[in-house]
């Protein structure tokens, strides 16, 4: 007797989670010019401050619902999201991929998916790997391997867009590791435009993943249009963070909020054109006043909490600060939105991040903005005190404070979002 899970699914009926086994991978890190890839991210992605490029080429003959496959692929990290690699996700920018694998990969993860082909081999002691199209080739690397560190985890996030908008999924992974030296890597002039922008200008790392096996998980759309409306796009990394969060007009007009922003308005709750909550005129002005200074970039980073009445009963807490990108930002602001019955108390770090700072630099902010001196941060984080020092000024420089005590402040606020 033939059981269930035996039974062959055509390809209309195939959708993620997809597992695939690759091997012989080459995987590598590289600084950009940020100005001439800026261009090309969609509006409301912001490259990291590390501005990391990466560059893979790999082979996948076996596994689940998207291979067998072969893949050359290009993308940059961006802020908001969480990678395992480079501290930060990464925005895919193209795929060299063959048929029927990249049918799948511009159906569910990236429409920037070109049909071409994808090898890698090895020669004494390097790797090689090259990706082309129509026999051209667009992406070459060579790389030299040195000791194998096996089974290690870990879990990246990736974006792409496709028909349905900014998607965002997970790439859970098992695999053996070597770090290696980059011996040349480039991307060709016969690569479109969109590619050649992530010429690497500083080598940072590389990888040889002898064999890996991941699974990648159902894409979330973060970004409900192609063109990457820069609220929603923001709005879902936040979402990520466990915040709740809406993104309001100077008058108190909603223009949208995220899943745990819409889940804490309550079904009753505005729509979008509808004030934000109260109908109580002093709760009004005064979100109106926090929203005209942030929309004009005065006052703090965050505003102090104003309480707003719930059309149900009970109220919320809302914390005004500026939104910096996209076509709202002149004359919208970020609310972020709180319970006031009990929040527990949170990491501030992934909240730093969201006003520009790197993850190291988030990090420090949060020790040193619950009371830590320098010294005492600088120990727990096994970093030099000098070191300390001289990122919490890049700190300061970033967030538009002074002292410690402004710090603390905001840290104090971001905690109980």
Known sequence: MERPFSVRRSAADIEPPFQKLAVDVIWAGFRI???????????????SPASIGVLGIYQAPTGYGIAPYMRGLVGVSV??????????????????????????????????????????????????????????????????PGELRPALSGVDNFLGLTDAGLVKHADSTVADLADAEIV??????????????????????????????????????????????????????IEDTGRAAAVVRQDGTLIEANASGRALLGPDGPRAGEPLLSGVPA?????????????????????????????????????????????????????LLADPRGPER????????????????AKLAALVGVGHAPRGAAAELNISENTARSTLKTVYDKLGINKQSELGHLVARLQYL
């Open 283 to 335: 709760e009004k002005h005064a979100l109106c006043q926090a929203l005209k200074m942030s929309c004009a970039r005065k006052g703090p980073r965050v505003s102090e909490p104003i309480a707003l009445t719930r059309p149900g009963g009970g109220h919320l807490l809302a914390y005004v600060m500026p939104l910096e990108h996209g076509e709202h930002g002149g004359d919208a602001a970020l609310v």
């Open 79 to 144: 802020e908001g999201v969480r990678g395992s690699d480079v501290g930060e996700g990464m925005f895919v920018m193209g795929n060299i991929m063959d048929e029927p694998g990249a049918t799948m990969m511009r159906k569910f993860y990236s429409s920037a998916t070109v049909e071409g082909v994808a090898r890698t081999w090895r020669e004494g002691d390097l790797l090689h790997g090259v990706a082309s199209v129509a026999g051209v080739d667009w992406l070459r690397a060579t790389i030299r």
């Open 33 to 47: 010019d940020p100005d001439a890839v800026r261009p090309f991210l969609p509006e409301g992605l912001v490259l």
């Open 346 to 361: 949170r990491d501030a770090a992934q909240m730093l991040q969201l006003f520009g700072l790197t993850g190291a630099e």
């Open 184 to 237: 040349t890597l480039e991307i060709t002039d016969a690569a479109p435009d969109y590619l050649r922008a992530l010429r690497p200008v500083e080598h940072v790392f590389a990888l040889d993943a002898v064999r890996v096996n991941s699974i990648w998980s159902e894409p979330r759309v973060v970004g409900r249009t192609a063109s990457g409306n820069a609220a929603t796009v923001f709005l879902g990394l």
